[in-house]
């Protein structure tokens, strides 16, 4: 696996069990949230390698 897909599970984990810990997303709809929640964040670390390339 890559660096940043490595991040990006971990804080994607992270942010998950934030969300079950306040009521926002419950274990039976975990599915349903958690691969937007981390294609989102996989997304935004990825963002800057891409940016230095262009400079």
């Known amino acids: 696996m890559e660096k940043y897909q490595k991040q990006a599970m971990q804080v ?21 949230h958690f691969n937007t929640i981390y294609t989102d964040v996989l997304k935004t670390v990825s963002e800057p390698e891409a940016e230095q390339g262009e400079e």
């Open 12 to 32: 994607a984990k992270e942010v998950v069990i934030k969300f079950i810990e306040v009521g926002r997303i419950s274990p039976a709809n975990f599915g349903e």
